[in-house]
């Protein structure tokens, strides 16, 4: 059975193009249905775009055009046809200009005219042709789409994007919005499926995304769980809110991964038209900044685009650039804010408190940087540097200031070290440099690290009490774990966080939950160091409920060496 094939021949020459085409009806393989055109003008052209046939032969000469010319025009429409220039002698000038313009292949006239096997010679230079075309297209679709998902990839959405902007600029009435998603806590799913499982629902997202959009718009994944989306000639904002809403309401239900259910949601920023942007990558970069903002005030929601969140980005950005450096130019600082036993009131330790020592912002408190330090995965270094320096700084301290007990130090450790499956290593390391006794460290961690991947925490646990290590759970109490758990921790304290503290009234919560806190804690062998202690009515109360230590401005503030050094000589009784 013969395979149809449309084809057309433009060449002004009757007798050339008479001759072309008796060849292809006698083709055995092809059932040709051949349209001829003696010249190429602008009704040509539209019929081309109307009806493109599947291979086009075009002479090199047609009156005072160029053939190369009539095949650029026609492949810039970016038609599926394969085009073979016809030439008199095969000149490789000639044909090297036709490949540049989108020739698949060439023949030559005198070929085809004089040599017995013409229809051999034209079969496989049309069967060339269309492989080659099918090739080159199949390399484009590569280079323009994901190959996981098969949405455009982030060259062929910044092409469409930068369609729209010139588009808008010449129809101001139009508006167009590009939305950024950002699959929520993503992450999880490929730490506990596999990343097999996490393919596979990205592939749903891009389809479930797909359905959900008019024929006209755009959807692209970038890379990850990143996916965009451009919407074109909009009306009004609200349209762009619209589809936010609807994308949402698709990835609602469960996805079906390996015979698991699972549920995602999405944050979405949105970037509107109504900036006058010059340039796709700025769109997109503020629909980013957005999605961002959207992921800080809880996920699963959208945020438009406004100056506000640029300016906070860009702030965020240098406070970024700003730790890289400050880790290089040691810009760290550690003070101490004395640990007192509150039934002989005298200081039995420091706690250890990292601050950052900025050139020009001046001494930075944790809380202006910690929380981004361990977004950027800078807190892992800040809290080996800041552990080897507490203990270093201590154990001069137990030389100097001779003491029975000696001196003990408590560091804060971020759930990332604690989570690092070398944490034992480093830490004998830092032991070792610094000659500290390890009965006199202490580890601070918060107790929600207590609530996942318990058999990996009770293993470090176990190895770090092996070590003498001591292990507190520090602002007990704004967490979600409770006494009953931790029990099957060996922790050796529990610190109440600052805030019952400083509610603890004679008939208030704060009281009652502090009184709860340090009977419990007694009963299961630990001890309770209370934070945030302002007032001498607060340390009565907590002498009272036997609470065995404290901190707080009442006794002194974090403190840099020279002056704690100075407190520790000045053997303050409160």
Not at 288 to 310: H, S
Not at 332 to 359: D, K
């Amino acid at each position: 059975m013969r395979t149809p094939l449309k084809v057309w021949i433009i060449d002004d020459n009757l007798a050339d193009s008479t001759f072309l085409l008796r060849l292809l009806e006698k083709l055995p393989l092809w059932q040709v249905d051949v349209d001829v055109y003696d010249e190429f003008h602008t009704e040509e052209f539209v019929q081309f775009q109307q009806s493109p046939p599947e291979v086009v032969f075009v002479d090199y000469v047609l009156g005072a055009k160029k053939g190369t010319d009539v095949i650029r025009r026609l492949a810039d429409t970016g038609s599926h046809a394969a085009f073979i220039l016809l030439t008199g002698h095969g000149d490789e000038t000639v044909v090297t200009q036709a490949l540049r313009a989108g020739a698949s292949d060439y023949l030559t006239k005198r070929e085809l005219s004089h040599s017995e096997f013409s229809l051999d010679i034209l079969d496989k230079t049309l069967r060339h042709a269309i492989q080659r075309k099918r090739t080159m297209e199949q390399l484009e679709h590569n280079a323009f789409h994901d190959r996981l998902t098969g949405l455009g990839n982030r060259a062929l959405f910044i092409e469409h994007l930068r369609h729209s902007i010139k588009h808008t600029k010449r129809h101001e009435a139009e508006l167009f919005a590009v939305l950024f998603l950002d699959l929520d806590r993503f992450k999880n799913i490929n730490d506990s499926l596999g990343h097999t499982a996490g393919d596979e629902l990205l592939i749903w997202v891009a389809r479930r995304l797909s359905e959900c959009l008019r024929p006209e718009d755009i959807a692209a994944r970038l890379g990850g769980d990143e996916f965009t989306v451009l919407i074109s000639q909009m009306k009004h904002v609200s349209d762009s809110i619209r589809v936010a809403n609807r994308i949402q309401e698709v990835l609602s239900p469960p996805f079906n991964l390996q015979g698991h259910e699972v549920f995602i949601t999405a944050s979405i920023g949105i970037a509107l038209s109504r900036i006058d942007y010059q340039h796709p990558e700025d769109v997109l970069r503020d629909a980013d900044v957005a999605m961002y903002r959207a992921k800080e005030l809880g996920k699963n929601r959208y945020e438009i685009f406004d100056t506000a969140m640029r300016t906070k980005a860009m702030k965020r950005l240098q406070v970024e650039n700003d730790l890289q450096r400050a880790i290089h130019n040691n810009e760290f600082r550690v003070h101490y804010q004395p640990i007192v036993e509150l039934r002989s009131g005298v200081i039995i330790g420091f706690e250890a408190l990292v601050r950052w020592q900025h050139p020009n912002r001046g001494l930075l408190l944790p809380k202006e940087f910690i929380a981004l330090a361990e977004e950027i995965g800078l807190i892992i270094l800040i809290d080996q540097w800041v552990l080897h320096e507490a203990c270093r700084q201590i154990r001069e301290w137990q030389k100097r200031f001779p003491s029975d007990p000696p001196l003990v130090v408590s560091v804060n450790m971020s759930r990332k070290q604690f989570l690092q499956p070398d944490l034992i290593k480093r830490i004998e390391q830092i032991l070792r440099e610094t000659d500290f006794d390890p009965h006199y460290l202490k580890l601070e961690i918060t107790e929600n690290i207590t609530i996942e991947q318990t058999e990996f925490i009770s293993t470090m646990f176990s190895q770090l009490k092996a070590m003498n290590i001591g292990l507190y759970i520090d602002d007990f109490g704004t967490g979600y774990s409770s006494l009953g758990a931790l029990h099957h921790f060996p922790v050796d304290m529990l610190k109440i966080d600052r805030s019952f503290i400083s509610n603890m009234h004679l008939d208030g919560d704060g009281l009652a939950i502090t009184r709860t806190i340090v009977a419990l804690a007694g009963n299961f062998g630990m001890t309770v160091t209370a934070e945030g202690v302002e007032s001498i009515e607060q340390l009565a109360k907590l002498r009272e409920l036997k609470c065995e230590y404290g901190q707080g401005y009442f006794f002194a503030k974090a403190m840099d060496n020279d002056a704690a050094a100075a407190l520790i000589a000045a053997a303050p009784h409160w």
